[in-house]
């Protein structure tokens, strides 16, 4: 049975860092793309990263410089570095697993870890 | 404001049938595919559509989708109150380099 749990998220201060963990069961990390969704209070989806097999990345705008997308094979682990963090980045945070050879739709999602940014 | 743009709420009775509109541009929608998501806030959103009009398993044929040009759209058909949920349609933009979400639509079965 294909599952993801994601950990790590909590309540840091403005300018902070955190790591997000998504644990994956069922299925190989690296052999998938695998993306980090957020939605923030009140908000829709929003796409974050996507890591492809290749470890090719790709990142919103509104993150890039600030946000990393890596993998643990050993552990089959996705993992998000968030870096200076701001009350934007305040969402629950989803990861979810690739499906077909499209490289953006996701068949498979987390229940989600939440982040706040506050002082 | 969102790329994709969907109509932010729709409402028919149990038993009907709705139809979510998606529309984008020829940098996603007109060259790429079409996703669908039903997600209640809070928990893990759930595909129904993949490749404009395929169902993953378990998703019932109530559901289906369709793509023309750069516009897509979600059917659903016997409309049950447990399908009350917010659908999202999703693509890859060619320009941005980016996944790319609609704004979302929320259903209400009245």
């Known amino acids: 049975e294909v599952q993801l749990v994601e950990s790590g998220g909590g309540l840091i201060q403005p300018g902070g860092s955190l790591r997000l963990s998504c644990a994956a069961s069922g299925f190989t990390v690296s052999s998938n793309y695998m993306t980090w969704v957020r939605q923030a209070p009140g908000k829709g989806l929003e796409w974050v990263s996507v890591?492809?097999?290749?470890?090719?990345?790709y990142y919103a705008d509104s993150v890039r410089g600030r946000f990393t997308v890596s993998r643990d094979n050993s552990k089959n682990t996705l993992y998000l570095h968030m870096n200076n963090l701001r009350a934007e980045d305040t969402a629950l945070y989803y990861c979810?697993?690739?499906?077909?050879?499209?490289?953006?739709?996701?068949?498979?999602w987390g229940q989600g870890t939440l982040v706040t940014v506050s002082s | 404001q969102s790329v994709l743009t969907q109509p932010p709420s729709v409402s028919a009775a149990p038993g009907q049938k709705v139809t979510i509109s998606c529309s984008g541009s020829s940098s996603n929608i007109g060259n790429n595919y079409v996703s669908w998501y039903q997600h209640l806030p809070g928990t893990a959103p759930k595909l129904l559509i993949y490749?404009?009009?395929k169902r993953p398993s378990g998703i019932p044929d109530r559901f289906s989708g369709s793509k023309s040009g750069t516009s897509a759209t979600l059917g659903i058909t016997g409309l049950q109150t447990g399908d009350e949920a917010n659908y999202y349609c999703?693509?890859?933009?060619?320009?941005?380099?980016?996944?790319?979400f609609g704004g979302g639509t929320k259903l209400t079965v009245l």
């Open positions: 999703g693509t890859w933009d060619s320009s941005l380099s980016a996944v790319i």
């Open positions: 490749e404009n009009n």
């Open positions: 890591i492809y097999s290749s470890a090719s990345t």
């Open positions: 979810a697993r690739g499906t077909g050879s499209s490289g953006y739709e996701f068949d498979y």
